[in-house]
């Protein structure tokens, strides 16, 4: 008697399979893999763009750091400048270069670079006592 009571009950029994398209489409493992790749797709995408924007922020950041590191180092070495420009060393200095003095009880002495016509017109004379052939071998291979 109670298998007929089960045999009657309108809810399908569990050996035979429902016969609904849309029931064997939402139940098969190609629907779930559907959804399952749709996941995928909609946090790779966002995490993926998300990844790339950090990355040329953090490079932005390095060449930031790197600018700074420059700037301190020529503002320290503009410094030193200044803080050298400013001491008596260097007024000195500049005091002797450009206009000529000199401390109390110095001496001056001013040498004169030789100039260099007596030999340029020493080497056409006897360029130009040369042969032909011998200014020629000279024009070539001296």
Do not use: C
């Not at 009657?8 to 959804?35: C, D, E, M």
């Not at 790339?52 to 301190?72: C, G, N, P």
């Not at 050298?84 to 206009?99: C, F, T, V």
């Not at 080497?123 to 130009?128: G, K, P, R, V």
Request: zero cysteines.
């Amino acid at each position: 008697m109670v298998k007929n009571k089960l045999s009657h009950h309108p809810v399908a029994s569990f050996g035979t399979k429902p016969q609904n398209f849309w029931y064997r489409f939402f139940s098969s493992q190609r629907f779930l893999a559907i959804i399952g790749l749709v996941f995928l797709v909609v946090i790779i995408f966002p995490l993926a763009r998300t990844y790339s924007q950090r990355q040329l922020v953090e490079r932005e950041i390095a060449d930031v750091k790197k600018q700074i590191a420059d700037y301190e180092n020529q503002n320290a070495q503009l410094k030193e400048l200044a803080t050298y420009l400013q001491s008596e060393q260097s007024l000195e200095e500049q005091a002797r270069l450009n206009l000529n003095m000199k401390k109390p009880g110095e001496g001056v002495v001013i040498i004169e670079e030789a100039k260099s016509n007596a030999v340029e017109i020493s080497q056409a004379s006897s360029f130009d006592n040369a042969s032909n052939l011998q200014k020629w071998w000279r024009y070539f291979f001296d």
